[in-house]
Nanobody, 122 residues
Framework: QVQLRESGPGLVKPSQTVSLTCTVSGGSVANNVDYWTWIRQPPGKGLEWMGTIAYSGGTYYSPPLKSRASISKDTTKNQVTLQLSSVTPEDTAVYYC??????????????WGQGTQVTVSS
């Protein structure tokens, strides 16, 4: 019943900050059970875990992205947001949000959004 939908700017320029939104329906980001995760897939490459926000509000980030990524929740709007600063063309990818049942790796991600394309180009 839970559905996720990502949205973002599509095309951005190098050095800018990208803000992506994951809107949750059929569930609540304010519950005390679920984690919410951001993943991306660059063209021709595999999936990359970026970070996760717990039901408590605590966050966890991939070490290479820790200095540039920020994940937050808005319980009023039932949304999870990802901000990625100082972007370069290497950040071009399809970005996904997913529900995580236990912060246990790929096999605990049970619901995914369809993804949103982010292209970094001058």
């Amino acid at each position: 019943q839970v559905q996720l939908r990502e949205s973002g700017p599509g095309l951005v320029k190098p050095s800018q900050t990208v803000s992506l939104t994951c809107t949750v329906s059929g569930g609540s980001v304010a519950n005390n059970v679920d984690y919410w995760t951001w993943i991306r897939q660059p063209p021709g490459k595999g999936l990359e875990w970026m970070g996760t926000i717990a039901y408590s509000g605590g966050t966890y980030y991939s070490p290479p992205l820790k200095s540039r990524a920020s994940i937050s929740k808005d319980t009023t709007k039932n949304q999870v947001t990802l901000q990625l600063s100082s972007v370069t063309p290497e950040d071009t990818a399809v970005y996904y949000c997913a529900r995580d049942l236990a912060l246990g790796g790929w096999n605990t991600l049970d619901v995914w959004g369809q993804g949103t394309q982010v292209t970094v180009s001058s």
